[in-house]
């Protein structure tokens, strides 16, 4: 350790953070300092992206340990998680890099549970929607591949990396083709119920009718993911995605109550791309359904007064054989 005589006290502000826990092609979202004449001197600020031929220079010169802020150890923990996951594999054909991107997503999603919404998080997310658009623009009937697995333990981190897949294949049967609004609908989709981190276990879980106190906690969820990206840079839509998913076209949805006028085109994709995949999921109160019986269930239940009907049909497009 090269951290002996000159190192710094490490008080409760600042931890000990191992080189070898910098990944190669990364970027750290918070601060690294290094000790020089038992002072704490930054060496890399928030931003800072690693590469191979560094992070072997610092082991060298033997920098094994630099020192993060305390405060920061949140941030560190998902910065790791995130790096971590494999690369979308882009040789692949779309209808097994869509399964690669399902699992990837769920592993993604899981993280963003267990951890902090950080900068790494986000960036992880953005570049997984780039790959989610990439993938479907391809070859949009791809997303036909998705499991739609059956153990209802993992539905919530499967679920938002489906929305995101059957909303880009909507949009773009609906003739969208402009990539950066593609990724930004993948984005608000992958986000989308990033407020249910507020709502316990038991109850996402729970088998019986919810209570009206539980019913409120769970309302609660898109306002409560809305407010956790505020401090995020995520643009218009898909923070729009996450505060409405729950709107219908009768203005009888919630958070807002907004009516087919007042939501954007991208928000009523996702609607029906959530409503579709928790459809034809296994949930702990509910079999699933196949997708035949769920267009149906939405053609008849749903369809004009809470979906929109051209979203409607650019699904079942994709979905036709
Ligand atoms: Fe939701
Ligand atoms: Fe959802």
């Given amino acids: 350790m090269s951290t ?3 190192a710094p006290m490490v008080t409760k502000e600042y931890s000990f953070y191992g080189v070898e826990r910098l990944v190669d092609n990364s970027v ?12 704490f001197i930054l060496y890399s600020g928030s931003g800072y992206k690693w590469n191979r031929m560094e992070l072997n220079e610092l082991l060298r010169a033997g920098h094994d340990q630099l020192y993060i802020r305390s405060q920061d150890l949140a941030k560190a923990a998902m910065y790791e998680a995130v790096v971590k996951l494999p690369m979308i594999n882009r040789e692949l054909a779309p209808p097994e890099r869509i399964q690669h991107l399902e699992q990837v ?7 963003l549970y267990e951890g902090d919404l950080t900068e790494a998080c986000v960036e992880k997310a953005r570049s997984l929607a780039t790959a989610m658009t990439d993938c479907i623009s391809e070859d949009r009937r791809c997303i036909q591949n998705l499991s739609g697995l059956a153990d209802h333990d993992y539905y919530t981190y499967f679920h938002s990396v489906r ?3 059957y909303s880009v294949a909507i949009a773009i049967s609906l003739g969208l083709s402009d990539a950066a609004l593609l990724n930004q609908i993948a984005l608000g989709a992958l986000f989308h119920d990033v407020g249910k981190k507020d709502v316990p276990q038991s109850l996402l879980n729970k088998s019986g009718p919810l209570t009206d106190a539980e019913w409120k906690i769970m309302r609660g969820h898109p306002e409560a993911g809305f407010g956790r990206l505020a401090e995020s840079v995520l643009s218009h839509v898909p923070r729009e995605i996450v505060l409405h998913h729950h709107e219908r076209r009768n203005g009888l949805g919630y958070p807002h109550g907004l009516d087919k006028g007042s939501l954007l085109p991208e928000v009523q994709i996702a609607t029906l ?10 949930r702990s109160y509910q079999s699933k359904r196949s997708r035949y019986e769920a267009l149906d269930f939405i053609r008849h239940k749903l369809l004009k007064e809470e979906v929109c009907p051209d979203s409607y049909r650019a699904l079942i497009s994709c979905l036709a054989a």
């Fill in 4 to 6: 002996t005589s000159t």
């Fill in 105 to 111: 997503g769920a592993k993604f999603t899981q993280c």
């Fill in 28 to 39: 750290t979202d918070f601060d690294l300092f290094i000790s020089l004449e038992r002072h």
């Fill in 163 to 165: 929305v995101s897949a």
């Fill in 273 to 282: 791309a959530d409503i579709f995949d928790a459809l034809t999921s296994a």
